[in-house]
């Protein structure tokens, strides 16, 4: 279980005896396992930090065989799954920051009518579908931070899905999936009793035009738990043709969270630190190279705290 703070008292339960920066110091003192210069970059935002060892280039870059020696068929197997593993952990912590920092609350869902091709199909009906949503008198007004990712329907169908996480406005502008105006024989007779949105209502069905629109089910109004939601879909297999392996999932330019990197020399700086993004809310500490023996870089450790 991840180590966190806790609030060491005086004997008669009266105010603590360390300050929170100094009890962060001590904590982390017992958490990494030398006094190296540590690489402190964190995402206030996202309530997320690492820090890590520094090492010398020299050392980092350093190749796993000896100079001639070539790796065995087994090893470069092992070695492309390894690389695999990392690349979806490092997707799935890209869609999580992301997520959380552009406040991404409503994840609709778009589905395909007809098979599509490639992931720059799925990628260009994406971009004509933004810019759709950009031209509604009901759209949001100026560039807006999304996310996308696709997945396969169940066995039967094989389906496409693209799920497409966005913010608020979702709500605020009052969306529906589907209307009187797009809603097909099929629907109208499966929906029965139920009232559909009238024409002309802000209605993504309407703006999709490759299929149907279904209602975000996972996550609303957290962005927390969404990002949790959308990282289950990153890294699943779509199949060889929508080039498997690729990335799939995109976002949106210019709203990516940016960290913020420092230096440190000591635990009781980057204590410090992490008091003035963190207040004094508990930390809790997972060391990525022991959770992952595929870790390919120096020790590291990510440090994430709730909401105060």
């Known amino acids: 279980m991840p180590p966190t703070v806790h609030s060491p008292t005086h004997s008669n339960g009266d105010a603590p005896l360390l300050d929170k920066g100094t009890q962060l110091a001590h904590l982390l003192r017992n958490v990494l396992t030398t006094q190296s210069p540590y690489l402190l970059q964190a995402w206030p935002s996202c309530r997320e930090a690492t820090v890590s060892m520094r090492v010398s280039r020299r050392l980092k870059n350093a190749p796993a065989h000896d100079q001639g020696e070539e790796a065995t068929e087994t090893e470069r197997r092992q070695q492309d799954d390894d690389n695999a593993a990392r690349s979806k952990r490092r997707a799935t912590t890209n869609v999580r920051r992301y997520c959380q920092h552009n406040g991404l609350t409503h994840m609709p869902t ?14 260009d009906h994406l971009r004509q579908f933004r810019r759709r949503l950009l031209r509604a008198p009901w759209g949001p007004s100026e560039a807006f931070p999304y996310l996308w990712v696709p997945e396969r329907g169940s066995e039967g169908s094989q389906r496409l899905h693209v799920h497409m996480a966005v913010g608020a406005w979702y709500t605020t502008a009052g969306c529906v999936e589907v209307c009187g105006r797009c809603a097909t024989p099929a629907l109208r007779a499966k929906r029965q009793g139920t009232s559909l949105a009238p024409a002309g209502a802000p209605c993504w069905g309407c703006l999709w035009r490759h299929g149907f629109v279904g209602a975000p089910s996972e996550g609303t109004d957290d962005p927390q ?15 060889d043709d929508l080039d498997a392996g690729r990335q799939t999932y995109r976002v949106a330019e210019g709203f990516r969270p940016q960290p913020i990197r420092l230096e440190v020399d000591s635990t009781a700086a980057a204590g410090e630190h992490l008091h003035e993004w963190a207040g004094d809310s508990e930390l ?17 450790w990510t440090i994430r705290w709730e909401a105060a």
């Open 110 to 123: 778009l589905t395909y009518a007809r098979p599509a091709d490639s992931v720059p199909e799925i990628s």
């Open 225 to 239: 738990a969404l990002a949790g939601y959308v990282s289950k879909y990153v890294g699943k297999d779509l199949g």
């Open 284 to 300: 809790s500490i997972t060391a990525l190279h022991e959770k992952y023996p595929d870790w390919p870089g120096p020790a590291t």
